[in-house]
């Protein structure tokens, strides 16, 4: 069986590599070039799938007294209020530790740690409480904002709060007593959603009550996680002061799965102080049914709208399990496949095809899915007479490129080719074949093609013919 699917491409991306740079023969000015307002609706299109999927959805977003203290919650504000309006049930979980620190080096007073842990004595958890409320004055204040002509115009956010959180004491650890430090006992999963469900935006502090009437100074990462779990939270997000996870050589982390994030702190590969206490919360958090847990940066602007609205991100990414599937593409992934063909179309370096025709040969493709959204795909055309096939739109969106998806793809067509007994590959191509070369693929000719092929070709293209032995 035949097809148009007659070329072979990798990316939706204009920017080629500087292998396909150097086969381009239009100048880049004369290239079509999307105007200031289509590229605004090209990405609030894009965003839509975002939108109805987070709203009602309950985020629990964590953050240290830093980002109170040095003026960054200002802008945090903005981001939250697009979130509330969205309809997302937002739920703060804020950090003191610099503010305590402030507090009693004021006082002349020394602050003491077992291990991360710090040991509350009485000053200290005065210090805490007191710290607790300014804070929470200064976030429902700047939560209030609704000026003209600003990102808070027209807001109306209603803050609760309340005695959530139930504590016990950690006691005594490796013979340090550590006082009224304490640990989560429980959350008052249903007071906090009563006020969620009437469109508040619920503050939770580092403190916790006993029964007994006592009040213990907790670790906010733990609160956060916690809360988290009761809630049946969506996403956990820690507004951290790192970018995220680091790799053995400093690189981003960008996605890990439960598994992974064990194995780098078994192997004690999470160096950073910040990382060793947020990393283990947001293990515990999607092993006990939070669905995705983020650890970005507090320090870049507008991050936390980069990381949920973009399949990229700006962090790291922990889930139960990995995100990506690779899987036989069905009818339902008609329109995210022409999402990654119609912009090569458009340029000219893809023969304009029908949908009618993809939904005819929607089993012949593969799609690689990232978190709901494809990011790529390829087809295998076989030429059963010929013991031969054709791969055939291989397309990775440009965020995933250099990530290896081209190759996974590949690997999918051919172990469906040998399934198929098929004992060669062939693709067509005017761009990409440095990318194939480097993949087993060789230069042949018109002449390699099965004969059908060899009638369908377009010697006008001057497509590239590469084969590759099964």
Same mark, same amino acid.
Not at 159 to 180: E, K, Q, S, W
Not at 351 to 372: A, C, P, Y
């Given at each position: 069986?035949?097809?148009?699917?007659?070329?072979?491409?990798? %990316?939706?991306?204009?920017?080629?590599?500087?292998? @396909?740079? +150097?086969?381009?023969?239009?100048?880049?000015?004369?290239?079509?070039?999307?105007?200031?307002?289509?590229?605004?609706?090209?990405?609030?299109? @894009?965003?839509?799938?975002?939108?109805?999927?987070?709203?009602?959805?309950?985020?629990?977003?964590?953050? /240290?007294?830093?980002?109170?203290?040095?003026?960054?919650?200002?802008?945090?504000?903005?981001?939250?209020?697009?979130?509330?309006?969205?309809?997302?049930?937002?739920?703060?979980?804020?950090?003191?530790?610099?503010? *305590?620190?402030?507090?009693?080096?004021?006082?002349?007073?020394?602050?003491?740690?077992?291990? &991360?842990?710090?040991?509350?004595?009485?000053?200290?958890?005065?210090?805490?409480?007191?710290?607790?409320? &300014?804070?929470?004055?200064?976030?429902?204040?700047? $939560? @209030?904002?609704?000026?003209?002509? %600003?990102?808070?115009?027209?807001?109306?956010?209603? #803050?609760?709060?309340?005695?959530?959180?139930?504590?016990?004491?950690?006691?005594?650890? +490796?013979?340090?007593?550590?006082?009224?430090?304490?640990?989560?006992?429980?959350?008052?999963?249903?007071?906090?959603?009563?006020?969620?469900?009437?469109?508040?935006?619920?503050?939770? !502090?580092?403190?916790?009550?006993?029964?007994?009437?006592?009040?213990?100074?907790?670790?906010?990462?733990?609160?956060?996680?916690?809360?988290? #779990?009761?809630?049946?939270?969506?996403?956990? *997000?820690?507004?951290?002061?790192?970018?995220?996870?680091?790799?053995?050589?400093?690189? $981003?982390?960008?996605?890990?799965?439960?598994?992974?994030?064990?194995?780098?702190?078994?192997?004690?590969?999470?160096?950073?102080?910040?990382?060793?206490?947020?990393? !283990?919360?947001?293990?515990?958090?999607?092993?006990?049914?939070?669905?995705?847990?983020?650890?970005? %940066?507090?320090?870049?602007?507008?991050?936390? $709208?980069?990381?949920?609205?973009?399949?990229?991100?700006?962090?790291?990414?922990?889930? !139960?399990?990995?995100?990506?599937?690779?899987?036989?593409?069905?009818?339902?992934?008609?329109?995210?496949?022409?999402?990654?063909?119609? !912009?090569?179309?458009?340029? /000219?370096?893809?023969?304009?095809? @029908?949908?009618?025709?993809?939904?005819?040969?929607?089993?012949?493709?593969?799609?690689?899915?990232?978190?709901?959204?494809?990011?790529?795909?390829?087809?295998?055309?076989?030429?059963?007479?010929?013991?031969?096939?054709?791969?055939?739109?291989?397309?990775?969106?440009?965020?995933?490129?250099?990530?290896?998806?081209?190759?996974?793809?590949?690997?999918?067509?051919?172990?469906?080719?040998?399934?198929?007994?098929? &004992?060669?590959?062939? #693709?067509?191509?005017?761009?990409?074949?440095?990318?194939?070369?480097?993949?087993?693929?060789?230069?042949?000719?018109? %002449?390699?093609?099965?004969?059908?092929?060899?009638?369908?070709?377009?010697?006008?293209?001057?497509?590239?013919?590469?084969?590759?032995?099964?």
């Amino acid at each position: 069986m035949t097809t148009q699917y007659g070329e072979t491409f990798i %990316s939706i991306q204009k920017k080629q590599t500087q292998a @396909s740079q +150097d086969a381009e023969k239009q100048p880049t000015a004369a290239r079509p070039r999307l105007s200031a307002q289509d590229r605004f609706i090209d990405w609030f299109q @894009s965003v839509a799938p975002y939108i109805h999927a987070f709203r009602g959805k309950v985020f629990v977003i964590a953050f /240290g007294g830093e980002v109170v203290a040095d003026g960054r919650f200002f802008h945090l504000t903005h981001d939250l209020n697009l979130l509330a309006a969205l309809g997302v049930k937002l739920v703060l979980v804020h950090g003191s530790r610099p503010q *305590i620190e402030a507090k009693l080096k004021a006082q002349k007073l020394r602050s003491r740690f077992a291990g &991360k842990l710090r040991i509350t004595d009485g000053p200290a958890l005065e210090a805490a409480m007191e710290v607790a409320g &300014k804070l929470r004055v200064q976030i429902e204040a700047l $939560l @209030s904002m609704g000026l003209p002509n %600003s990102p808070m115009a027209g807001a109306h956010i209603r #803050v609760a709060g309340g005695n959530f959180v139930t504590a016990r004491p950690i006691g005594v650890v +490796d013979g340090v007593d550590l006082m009224h430090t304490g640990e989560v006992r429980k959350i008052d999963s249903v007071a906090i959603e009563r006020r969620l469900k009437d469109d508040d935006l619920v503050v939770v !502090p580092p403190l916790g009550y006993s029964p007994t009437g006592e009040v213990f100074n907790l670790a906010m990462g733990d609160v956060a996680a916690a809360t988290a #779990v009761a809630l049946k939270a969506d996403k956990l *997000i820690f507004l951290m002061e790192s970018a995220g996870v680091a790799g053995s050589r400093g690189e $981003l982390l960008r996605e890990l799965t439960v598994r992974e994030a064990q194995g780098l702190l078994s192997k004690g590969r999470v160096q950073s102080e910040e990382m060793q206490a947020y990393l !283990p919360a947001a293990v515990r958090a999607c092993e006990q049914g939070v669905g995705r847990t983020h650890l970005i %940066s507090g320090h870049l602007d507008d991050s936390l $709208l980069l990381e949920l609205f973009t399949h990229k991100g700006v962090g790291t990414l922990l889930t !139960p399990d990995p995100i990506e599937t690779l899987r036989h593409a069905k009818i339902d992934d008609i329109g995210g496949i022409l999402r990654l063909l119609e !912009p090569l179309e458009a340029e /000219g370096i893809l023969v304009k095809r @029908s949908r009618d025709l993809l939904e005819m040969e929607i089993d012949r493709f593969w799609v690689l899915e990232h978190d709901r959204m494809i990011i790529g795909c390829a087809g295998l055309y076989p030429f059963s007479d010929e013991r031969s096939g054709e791969l055939a739109g291989l397309a990775v969106h440009p965020d995933f490129r250099g990530r290896g998806a081209g190759e996974r793809l590949m690997a999918a067509i051919e172990k469906r080719a040998r399934g198929l007994r098929l &004992k060669q590959l062939f #693709v067509l191509t005017t761009r990409t074949e440095h990318w194939f070369v480097e993949r087993g693929f060789v230069e042949t000719g018109v %002449s390699a093609l099965p004969q059908k092929k060899k009638e369908l070709y377009n010697y006008q293209r001057r497509s590239v013919v590469l084969t590759k032995q099964l």
